[in-house]
């Protein structure tokens, strides 16, 4: 008892000690990438590959860990969450309400002046009409559109993991975004189901025959969008469909 009750405290101490040392060890798993802290600061160059690797002692220095090997699914094209239409205490699912986990969002593509009058009648196309006091009367009305629901899933990996994990607030939000912007811009210069013989400079059909176009034509765009010459976001894209 008296030896115990002497050894006690530096028991204790030496105790404290060998784990504040291990937390100067970091294992770091296959299809991961680590980030040191130093004084709570990301250090661009001190990333921490796979295995076992050390660090000054917490609180000095700390590390966070990202999948890179894994491929994260991003749905672009959809909003808020809708309730789901029950009767009699079971779920509906019926053509006139809108059904799913998720509201999908709408797009606008622009129809041909030359197919104009034929599409207007069509149940995906909105035709809007200025009246003669209505602003954008006469020669000022606008074109007829069309309006979609179009849902795109992004799927990447996280290819920088200081870059996705520190340049921004949310990376995954701005790689969102980003999408989405993409999608309109791409949607507003293309067409439905129709294509246009000899026209090369605008999306066509991207509905029908040239949905595999489009689907190559977006990932290239929010490549880009995302890559080192625009947002920078230190993601690799694996797909777009």
Same mark, same amino acid.
């Given at each position: &008892?008296?030896? %115990?009750?002497?050894?006690?405290?530096?028991?204790?101490?030496?105790?404290?000690?060998v784990?504040?040392?291990?937390?100067?060890?970091? @294992?770091?798993?296959q299809?991961?990438?680590g980030?040191?802290?130093h004084?709570?600061? !990301?250090?661009?160059?001190?990333?921490?590959?796979?295995?076992?690797?050390? #660090?000054?002692?917490? =609180?000095?220095?700390?590390?966070?860990?990202?999948?890179?090997?894994?491929? +994260?699914?991003?749905?672009?094209?959809?909003?808020?969450?809708?309730? =789901? &239409?029950?009767?009699? /205490?079971?779920?509906?699912?019926?053509?006139? #309400?809108? +059904?799913?986990?998720?509201?999908?969002?709408?797009?606008?593509?622009?129809?041909?002046?030359?197919?104009?009058? /034929?599409? !207007?009648?069509?149940?995906?196309?909105?035709?809007?009409?200025?009246?003669?006091? !209505? *602003?954008?009367?006469?020669?000022?009305? =606008?074109p *007829?559109?069309?309006? %979609?629901?179009?849902?795109?899933?992004?799927?990447?990996?996280?290819?920088?993991? &200081?870059?996705?994990?520190y340049? &921004?607030?949310?990376a995954? #939000?701005?790689?969102?975004?980003?999408?989405?912007?993409?999608?309109?811009?791409?949607?507003?210069?293309?067409?439905l189901?129709?294509?246009? =013989?000899?026209?090369?400079?605008?999306?066509?059909? @991207?509905?029908?025959?040239?949905?595999?176009? !489009?689907? #190559?034509?977006?990932?290239?765009?929010?490549?880009?969008?995302?890559?080192?010459?625009?947002?920078?976001?230190?993601?690799?894209?694996?797909?777009?469909k």
């Amino acid at each position: &008892y008296q030896l %115990i009750g002497k050894a006690l405290v530096p028991l204790i101490l030496l105790g404290a000690l060998v784990l504040w040392a291990m937390s100067g060890v970091v @294992i770091v798993r296959q299809g991961q990438r680590g980030v040191v802290l130093h004084w709570g600061r !990301a250090q661009a160059g001190r990333l921490l590959e796979p295995g076992l690797s050390t #660090k000054w002692p917490w =609180p000095i220095d700390s590390a966070q860990v990202f999948d890179t090997g894994k491929v +994260h699914d991003l749905q672009v094209g959809v909003g808020e969450a809708q309730e =789901p &239409y029950v009767v009699n /205490g079971q779920e509906l699912q019926l053509w006139t #309400k809108r +059904h799913g986990a998720r509201r999908e969002l709408e797009f606008l593509l622009a129809i041909p002046s030359a197919q104009g009058s /034929g599409q !207007a009648g069509n149940a995906t196309a909105t035709q809007p009409q200025a009246g003669p006091g !209505a *602003p954008g009367g006469g020669s000022d009305t =606008p074109p *007829p559109v069309n309006i %979609i629901n179009l849902v795109l899933s992004v799927q990447y990996r996280i290819a920088d993991p &200081y870059k996705f994990g520190y340049k &921004y607030v949310d990376a995954g #939000k701005m790689l969102e975004n980003a999408a989405y912007r993409e999608m309109v811009r791409y949607c507003a210069s293309a067409t439905l189901d129709t294509t246009q =013989p000899g026209v090369t400079d605008r999306p066509q059909a @991207i509905m029908t025959s040239g949905w595999a176009d !489009a689907s #190559k034509a977006l990932q290239d765009r929010i490549a880009q969008a995302a890559g080192p010459d625009g947002l920078d976001l230190g993601v690799d894209l694996a797909s777009v469909k």
